[in-house]
């Protein structure tokens, strides 16, 4: 199943009970598509054919619900590959400056002068005009640097992740019909109808009463601003446009808005021809059956999920140490006391709970848990500053132990 092939990914990504937001995309015949994770990629993909598949966001949630540093760094790739590639659009030159300003600062750290060419390097993230580009531009950039000294890497990852939440496209998927030329985008907030004259219309999950998809057809039903009944009908150029369109309004409002995914949602299916046949005789087989929906749980669901796990396995690790520190058989009593003492010196000291999994760079000095670290900006032993905190990992002999 591709469900367990994305939970190994993100697994060895060091991501771990965040898969969720995560999905996998490949491009065929120049269209970029989502594989529904719930079935089998032999049964959506053609064995002959050679994919690539990518690991994308699929569901862009605020960077505060994202628990672990690993998961919110590639939330900054993915966000940095959308404003080089132009999916995100930055409004005034004022918050391209202070984008470029937090992308430097995570690759290269506080201010140089020597490198100031790396400005230069960046994407303009833009769609404003070439033209109008303000001749300061660089030393906007400059200032906006200079006001993250001392900002950590993940620290400014994290508030790049903030800047652009506000951001037009932010999170969309983006279908375009060529016979009708109507651009819809669907993202956390809702459907956007792009209009030529940039007056554009944002159609909330809440207002939504029904979507459906018929060939290439597209139906959505939505309650209007005067509180009447209004209809949306687009014609695409492929039948499986317009149901991935339904598709993608059906899981992102079941993520966004909703308290639980329904086993309405989880349950939905169809069969292939033969399939059909079969189950008129035997309505329970499983023959040709194919999930529509990639979804497992909700926005709240995905953030408790991962907030009960972590907090379990950090109670875990307490209670072996714990049990370790409080075994004594006689002979080995010695060796269980100094093994414990091993362990109390390798609890974060600033918690006192969590295990020391962090080194602040440059003074080395190996104090606290990733999470008390990402707070520290100075070294609480020897008071350096910190230009980087290093996430280090125990061998697997060590971790059995603990």
């Known amino acids: 199943m ?18 969720d937001y995560f999905g996998l995309k490949y491009v065929s015949k120049g269209e970029e598509l989502w594989l529904n994770l719930r079935n089998s990629i032999d049964k959506q993909v053609p064995i002959h054919n050679s994919l690539r598949f990518a690991l994308r966001v699929k569901f862009w949630v605020p960077p505060h619900l994202l628990l672990q540093e690993t998961t919110r760094h590639h939330f900054y790739l993915h966000a940095r590959l959308d404003l ?23 690759e290269t750290g506080d201010y140089d002068p020597l490198h100031v060419a ?26 906006h640097h200079k006001n993250c000294k001392d900002m950590k890497a993940s620290t400014a990852e994290y508030w790049l992740l903030k800047e652009v939440e506000t951001l037009e496209g932010f999170g969309q998927e983006i279908f375009q019909s060529k016979p009708t030329g109507s651009v819809l985008g669907v993202g956390p907030h809702g459907i956007t109808v792009y209009e030529n004259d940039k007056n554009n219309q944002v159609i909330p999950f809440t207002a939504i009463q029904s979507a459906s998809s018929h060939k290439r057809m597209f139906r959505l039903e939505y309650t209007g601003q005067e509180g009447e009944v209004t209809i949306l009908e687009t014609k695409f150029d492929t039948n499986h446009v317009a149901s991935s369109l339904y598709r993608s309004i059906t899981e992102k409002h079941a993520f966004y808005s909703c308290e639980t995914v329904r086993s309405a949602v989880t349950d939905q299916f169809i069969r292939d021809l033969k399939g059909t046949i079969v189950s008129i005789f035997n309505e329970d087989s499983s023959l040709g059956k194919k999930y529509v929906f990639d979804i497992r749980r909700t926005c709240r669901e995905v953030y408790d999920n991962a907030r009960r796990a972590l907090y379990q396995e950090d109670q875990l690790l307490s209670q072996n140490i714990h049990d370790l520190a409080n075994r004594c058989d006689g002979e080995n009593c010695e060796d269980s006391q100094k093994l414990a003492r091993l362990l109390d010196a390798l609890t974060c000291n600033i918690c006192m709970d969590c295990q020391i999994d962090t080194a602040f760079l440059p003074c080395f000095h190996m104090l606290a848990c990733s999470t008390c670290a990402s707070k520290c900006e100075r070294c609480p032993l020897c008071r350096a500053d910190i230009t980087q905190a290093q996430k280090i990992y125990f061998p697997g002999e060590f971790k059995q132990v603990c």
């Open 2 to 19: 591709c469900a367990n092939i994305i939970d190994e990914v993100c697994e060895q990504l060091g991501i771990s009970k965040e898969s």
């Open 84 to 106: 080089i590639e132009k999916r995100l659009i930055a409004s005034d030159w004022d918050t391209v400056a202070k984008l470029r300003a937090l992308i430097a600062q995570v």
């Open 118 to 143: 790396n400005y230069n390097q960046t994407s303009t993230i833009t769609k404003l005009e070439p033209d109008d580009k303000p001749q300061d531009l660089v030393q906007r950039v400059i200032a």
